[in-house]
């Protein structure tokens, strides 16, 4: 039996899009609600997408 | 056994619909209830999607 | 054992029924919500749903 | 053991289930809710389960 | 049978996805409730990201 490295990239792309989804969809309904914070909430919401995406690339590159 | 590279990247497509999913899905959400924050809300929903986006094709294309 | 293509074909299709399926029913349910809102809820939605469905080919055609 | 194509064509209605499931689910609600509506959300409903239908019917003549 | 390390880094992307987007989530809904706030909840949320972050990456270099 032979799993494809793919399967294992599959898995990374299912934890950032559960990340990347709860982050996101957090940040549209507090902008719907508060337009005027816009700033801080984007400034929030990209650095700790930011820090969600850094792990997929490393995992995807590391765990080669 | 042979798993064969799609199942792989079907599991990339589960994690990027259940991502790309929730960010739209709040957004319009959002627009309905803030029809005039519709720019920033997507500006924003643009920004978090092509991160996941990103972060997919990169997997389809690293993890082979 | 051999798991024909089609198995991972048909994960891509469950990940893209999550997410067109969250993306639509929030886009009617923004839709009945505020109707005079159509027109931005439906640019939206089809900019969220095409970076999904272009997404899933993509998976289709370079996952073989 | 194979397992046969038929599993993978399963999966892909099961994905066309949940999407369209929604989609639908969520139209007829908004129609119930704002019956005033009608036109535009059926018009929405037809964009997004197309765009899912198409996937559906590509998956299976291509991951074949 | 042979499973990849990519399987392994894909577990830990889910765990950290699942941690991250629940801290990011909260933090944005933090936000929009009282953005004069918005500094106290981002130190936090660094804070507790980081910890999540130090792990998964001690992980996948440690778990080799």
Not at 11 to 25: E, F, Q, R, S
């Amino acid at each position: 039996m032979t799993i494809p490295n793919l399967v294992g990239a599959g898995l990374i792309v299912i934890g950032a899009g559960i990340g990347l989804g709860k982050i996101g969809g957090s940040a549209m309904e507090g902008i719907a609600r508060q337009p005027e914070a816009t700033g801080k909430i984007q400034t929030a919401m990209i650095i700790i997408a930011a820090l969600l995406e850094g792990l997929a690339f490393g995992a995807l590159f590391l765990g080669k």
